[in-house]
């Protein structure tokens, strides 16, 4: 749980809206219907044991009308900006970052909260700290939206520049970035086979570079990213010390593995292939 100093600190740095707006807005949208899942229920959404896990590279837009069908027939989750695949997914996470709430506004359309009506909404319970909630902010939310709360764990520290350990993913899948979060969720839910949608470390830029409405900001981005070529996360800082390659490797050998899950990458030609190897259904 959430300690009292650390949760106002959530509030006072990452709400999105203030208390009396959070107020105000409740009472407005109280009689919107919003079903809270348990825990003990997730897992009754599940129709397969193979995940596939959205993340925001642009092999997404590779993916051919064949590889969709395969994704239909087991389950799926998607992360923050993968609505804009219009791929309604078996369970969503969306981080709600403070600096993202516009674009979140500009392009989670009535339309398209409308396709997610029936995935599982996780929303950590530090998010519910920044006053975002379903009848807070209901346009950042489906439409009738089935909601599960989960405690957000620590993040991996690592306190010297070291390859990761057994005991890194002890506490918390955690490490740099929102993939760590489905990979966490993904283990939660028990699933044994695990496949990354997206997940192109090579590059900087996402499958939604174009969309019209994200296109000016995906060009600042891009251009600030350009020096670097590669995706944010690998590039170390601070305590981050080791990349996202060697993230993926050590969770898989040192986690997965010995729990007889095994984790799949979406795409030929991805860079973490074959040690992490291509989903052969493919």
Not at 80 to 94: G, I, K, W
Not at 174 to 201: E, P, Q
Not at 239 to 263: D, G, S
């Amino acid at each position: 749980m959430i300690g009292i100093r650390k949760a106002l600190r959530e509030y006072r740095e990452q709400k999105i809206l203030s208390g009396g707006e959070a107020i105000t807005k409740v009472f407005k949208n109280r009689n919107l219907p919003v079903t809270w899942v348990s825990k003990d229920q997730w897992q009754k959404r599940k129709k397969s044991d193979t995940l596939f896990i959205f993340g925001s590279g642009p092999s997404i837009n590779q993916l051919t009308p064949y590889q969709w069908e395969i994704i239909k027939r087991h389950d799926s989750m998607g992360l923050n900006f993968s609505f804009l695949t219009h791929y309604p997914t078996t369970y969503f996470y969306l981080g709600y970052e403070p600096s993202s709430k516009q674009s979140i506004r500009d392009t989670f359309s009535l339309k398209t909260r409308k396709l997610f009506e029936n995935s599982l909404w996780f929303l950590p319970t530090k998010v519910l700290l920044r006053l975002v909630h379903p009848l807070t902010i209901p346009e950042f939310f489906p439409l009738n939206p089935k909601v599960a709360v989960f405690n957000f764990p620590n993040a991996i520290q690592l306190e010297s520049d070291r390859p990761f350990r057994v005991e890194d993913f002890e506490k918390s899948l955690i490490y740099r970035g929102v993939m760590c979060v489905g990979l966490h969720l993904a283990s939660l839910l028990g699933y044994r086979h695990i496949v990354l949608l997206g997940v192109d470390l090579q590059t900087h830029k996402h499958f939604f570079d174009d969309h019209e409405v994200m296109r000016r900001e995906r060009q600042a981005y891009n251009h600030k990213m350009a020096p670097n070529k590669v995706f944010e996360s690998m590039i170390p800082k601070t305590n981050k010390y080791r990349t996202m390659e060697e993230y993926y490797y050590a969770l898989n050998e040192l986690y997965f593995q010995p729990r007889r899950v095994q984790l799949y990458v979406g795409n030929q030609g991805n860079m973490l292939c074959p040690r992490i190897p291509f989903y052969g259904e493919f």
